[in-house]
């Protein structure tokens, strides 16, 4: 029954049982004729404008809005409230530990070791803040990991080395006490004081900060500059807190705003990649290299669409002047066909009214020339019908090959610049695919990371512009051994992920030594100098629906694991521990 018939019989089921008019009659004798019940409907419009609404700053967001969204789709209250579940238990969790974290990491960091020197420890850590992508889980389990490495690693004895701590609090600075003050005192000038550009007051007392700090002798000056820089560093907070609160709100409105030009743009697909990059740009800490490189991606693709449209438009306009000649002949030949038509009917009028056969010759060749025009009047309406279906179906094929191309340079805005391999966004879609499939089919699915030994190393010796080239090296080799349907993703910097569909863990770890043997067989020319480029690599097994970034931080973990027991290795990482 249509819903016009269903309403119009619970109204008539309602005075036959003299029921109550309430809605909640209503409402069960509607269900009752429809056949449905109560709970059938679901507000799905209301929940998708609640989904749009939802903030998206950090990854832990955006994942929890994509849950909610694909819960939403499929019209499942089990799963909306299962992903409500999962971020009030994120909330729940405990906080991370930072301040006790930082401390034992920089009082490991002091400690002197057998075999590691600081500038190994500085770049190690480096290495860890470059390829943490801003990601502060990350981040932490990464420090408390090398933390507790730098502890296991035997120290050297004390008494050899005092601790800072162990000094005497009191008595006149040394000079190279002096020398840490004018460090210090520059650092507050230059460095703090440039940061507070919208704060002058804080600027000018970190200005001031510095010359006391200058002008201490002995320690008893130092508990009241520390009560000041105290001070500072509290109200310092304050103001990094407003930036982070504007900065959010901002990304806010953007992201607000890119979706609805996503709305309402009807040709959406040229806009895609675009508005994609923009939004994967909003969801990590920005840097100035980022902003740089996004830019200058999307000024190209927006010149190159500019065109495309531009000849598309003017494709479109030759249409529009073929379709207004089309009407102007269909006209002409309107008029041709009606002159033609009175002349006919004057000749019959003619030949009804002749006496004898001589007065019918000169008005029988009159018809004759008269139905020679007409013809030839046709056949040429019908050559330019013809000419201008030709151009039309030519201007056609040229504005779809011109749509194509528009949708083709958008898409490129999933692919890394340098590589040609798929940036953050791509592998984002290429692993929500691969992960359906997986799980419509019950196959294995398996991720690695790669990250390129000692690239630091190489760019500082040769250049980035080698470092470049060993980045295309790379790809090159791994594209020629993976197989069709592996997928391969530069992840940032010198780390790439690769996804292996339809493989076991071992299988994984074969591809993957594969590729680091065949590495191995081709020499990488830098100025003349013959390099071996390697790599570490972490593989594990992607659980059932498990968010990407938990499989990329497990493999990730591994391939750490890897490079700290001698570097081009592959290291195995324990499968995901989901909840039951």
Known sequence: MQPLEIARE????????????????????????????ADDLFPERA?????????????????FAERLETAVASRSWSAISE?????????AAPQRKWTALLKDLFKRFERPHASLSHAQKQQVIQQLLDSSNGELDVLYTRLSKLADTWESIETTARTAHPHPEDVAASGPLDNSDAALRELFASTLEGVVGSLLITAPELRDEAHELGQLLRGVRDMSGVDDLAAKLRNLIYRLNWVVDDQLEIRSGLLSLLDLLLKNIGELVIDDRWMRGQIDALRTLCDHPLTARELDEVERRLRGVIERQGSLRGNIDDAKHQIKLMLAGFVEQLGSFSDATSGFSDRMENYANTIAAADDIG???????????????????????????????????????????????????????RHDPLTGALNRKGLEESYAKEVSRAARRGSNLCLAVLDIDNFKRLN???????????????????????RPHDTLSRYGGEEFVILLPETSIEDSVIVVQRLQRELTKRYFLANNDKLLITFSAGVTVVGHEEPQTLAIERADVAMYQAKATGKNRVVIAPAAQMAA
């Open 10 to 37: 619970a109204l008539r089921r309602l005075a036959m049982r003299q029921l109550q008019p309430t809605p909640e009659n209503y409402r069960s004798l509607y269900h009752e004729i429809a056949g449905t019940k």
């Open 47 to 63: 929940l998708k404008l609640v989904c749009s609404t939802l903030p998206r700053l950090n990854q832990a967001q955006v994942e």
């Open 83 to 91: 992903s409500l579940v999962g971020l009030l238990r994120a909330q």
């Open 359 to 413: 007065a019918l010759q000169s008005v029988i060749a009159e018809v004759i020339a008269t139905t020679h025009d007409m013809r030839a009047t046709s056949d040429r309406s019908r050559a330019e019908v013809d000419n201008m279906r030709d151009r039309v179906r030519a201007a056609e094929a040229e504005i779809e090959r011109l749509q194509i191309e528009l949708e083709q340079t958008s898409e490129k805005m």
């Open 460 to 482: 500082d010796t040769y250049g980035h512009n080698t470092g470049d080239e060993a980045l295309l090296h790379l790809v090159g080799t791994v594209r020629d051994c993976l």
